[in-house]
């Protein structure tokens, strides 16, 4: 059992940890080691890292051949502090179309040291992979996955050929498969059902921290079309909201990096969390001007809150979405998830 302070320290390094961009509130009282940055290297670099913060995060669709739907979130963070365990935490969710309803999970646990593989997990959690197939299982009481992805685009580097570096405050490593072919098996109330869709998977680590008082709204867009999207919009502990940034993810596996603002983000609805208060942005219209994009966000649920106060400190909305309009002038359809962070204040 890890001791009171350490779970503190914990709860503050991952208190944005559930974002693909958690540099974007960096903000350490030291200046932390800032190592040479070195290239991606893939598939090694899905293994873990001897770096103080990490995590493996997907988010994907899946249909059975019944016509039944699903939404799956699973990540987990890993923590390295000097003398103590590495310590992990994850999140499980499930979208349940039929019955309309959201469900989530998570669980920690620490071990001495961090595996040398991509292999990771916890009483049946799981994650695994060789670099162009990985495999996911989870489990909560009405829901488990076990899948499989493979990739049907090469992975998007982000930033300087997926290095982000900040000088003296530290370097991140980021990467996206942004277009998965899935396939499994979704267990729905002791059901097993045969499923596939696509998904997104997010890989960051590197020697950085994160603090409160911030927050972002990130989505992941993947369109009928073959077009991929990754956008954000940081605030600040004042409220103010920066331009839009991302990387748009052509048909054929390039991408290119937005310019600040090249991407216009507007709210069309909110929402406001019956158990915690919380009021969130529900509804968007994201437009690409300069590519002839405009297309429509609605959320599957608007419930698609987590309260992981008891693994990661927070409250955050993680939920699906589905797509609808045009991509240089014609009709464009997708589906999508929305990360919103910082709206919850927790103690």
């Not at 992975?155 to 499994?184: K, M, N, W």
Request: include cysteine; charged fraction near 15%.
């Amino acid at each position: 059992m890890i001791g009171r302070c350490y779970w503190i320290f914990l709860a503050f390094a991952l208190l944005v940890g559930c974002a693909p961009y958690p540099h974007r509130a960096l903000a350490p009282a030291t200046p932390l080691p800032t190592p040479t940055p070195h290239p991606i290297r893939l598939p090694a670099d899905d293994a873990p890292h001897a770096d103080l913060t990490e995590w493996w995060y997907y988010t994907g669709h899946l249909a059975a051949a019944n016509g039944q739907r699903y939404g799956f979130e699973l990540v987990v963070f890993q923590i390295e502090r000097k003398d103590a365990p590495v310590f992990y935490a994850a999140h499980f969710a499930i979208t349940d179309h039929q019955r309309q309803q959201f469900h989530f999970d998570q669980r920690t646990w620490t071990l001495a040291r961090a595996p040398t593989t991509f292999d990771l997990g916890s009483g049946g959690w799981q994650m695994s992979g060789n670099g162009q197939s990985d495999a996911l299982q989870a489990s909560m009481p009405g829901y488990a996955i076990d899948l499989r992805t493979s990739l049907l685009k090469p992975p998007t580097l982000h930033g300087d050929d997926g290095v982000i570096s900040f000088g003296p405050v530290g370097d991140s490593y980021y990467y996206s498969d942004t277009r998965l072919a899935v396939e499994g098996t979704v267990e729905d109330h002791g059901i097993p059902l045969k499923v596939q869709g696509l998904a997104w998977k997010d890989r960051q680590w590197g020697n950085f921290l994160t603090v409160t008082g911030s927050g972002w709204d990130w989505f992941s867009i993947q369109l009928s079309d073959g077009t991929d999207l990754m956008l954000f919009l940081l605030r600040g502990t004042l409220g103010e909201t920066s331009p839009s940034y991302g990387t748009l993810v052509l048909p054929d596996g390039t991408s290119q990096s937005l310019q600040p603002d090249a991407a216009r983000v507007q709210v069309t609805g909110h929402w406001t969390s019956p158990r915690t208060d919380t009021t969130y942005p529900s509804g968007w219209t994201v437009d690409l001007p300069a590519h002839g994009l405009h297309v429509d966000l609605q959320p599957v649920l608007r419930d698609q809150e987590l309260d992981t106060r008891a693994s990661t400190g927070q409250i955050y909305w993680e939920g699906e979405v589905t797509i609808q309009g045009q991509d240089q002038g014609r009709p464009v359809s997708g589906q999508g998830y929305v990360e919103l962070t910082g709206y919850a204040k927790t103690k």
